[in-house]
């Protein structure tokens, strides 16, 4: 009964984010301008749930606001994202929008000297179509994890929704405290993957261990936490 509860639980949270999405379309501008503004806006948000400095003024940026920098059929050079982590400067990530093509190797490849030159941590990459198989191996041109998100899985903050459960996701310190206090190896903990819709929210990697608060009617109140392998 409680999977089957959780499992409604999912199920009322996406068809609410459809619903979210849908309504938004209800204005005079092109449908091109809106997907590249929330698509956009959810990235900021995402970035700054990481740590990253993201003023509060580009999150807050209304769509009319948006239409008329970038206006209906926006250049996606113009939407590139480059910030740092707010604890470590010297962190810095880059996202970039990519045309509605199909994303082949020479695309990838003249990405890696523009990387070198700006010293890049992170590279996240907003496709709008398939990936080639010849420009994923490619991404091992970089000397870090590059991420790829479809621009429509971005058009709704799956975070925000009120049926889903709180993450938090635990420091070094804070694991190695809770590994102590249940006297527990890692590996006993529940898994989460790396394709996991929160693991890839908050770019986590293998080892860390993400704080999950259920509330509600179907759930009650408890936590548990997970371990992203």
């Not at 092109?30 to 900021?44: C, D, G, I, N, Q």
């Not at 529940?190 to 993400?210: C, F, H, N, W």
């Not at 608060?213 to 759930?219: C, P």
Request: hydrophobic share 35%; net charge positive.
């Amino acid at each position: 009964m409680k999977n089957q509860g959780k499992m409604k639980m999912k199920k009322e949270a996406v068809d609410q984010n459809q619903g979210d999405w849908l309504s938004e379309f209800l204005d005079d501008g092109s449908m091109e301008s809106h997907k590249y503004y929330v698509a956009r806006r959810t990235m900021l948000e995402m970035l700054k749930d990481r740590g990253y400095a993201v003023p509060s003024s580009e999150i807050e940026i209304s769509l009319q606001q948006f239409r008329d920098k970038h206006g209906q059929n926006p250049d996606i050079n113009s939407l590139r994202i480059s910030l740092w982590l707010k604890d470590n400067p010297s962190i810095k990530v880059l996202a970039l929008f990519c045309s509605p093509g199909v994303v082949k190797v020479d695309v990838i490849r003249p990405l890696a000297s523009m990387i070198f030159n700006d010293s890049l941590s992170r590279l996240i990459l907003i496709v709008q179509n398939k990936v080639t198989t010849e420009a994923l191996k490619s991404l091992d041109l970089f000397p870090f994890k590059v991420e790829i998100f479809q621009i429509n899985d971005l058009l709704v903050n799956i975070t925000k929704n009120k049926m889903m459960p709180k993450h938090k996701v635990l420091s070094d310190e804070e694991k190695k405290e809770l590994l102590e206090k249940y006297k527990i190896d890692e590996k006993l903990l529940p898994r989460m993957s790396e394709k996991d819709a929160i693991a890839r929210y908050y770019g986590l990697e293998k080892g860390q261990i993400v704080k999950t608060t259920y509330s509600g009617e179907l759930t009650q109140l408890h936590v548990t936490y997970r371990c992203v392998c």
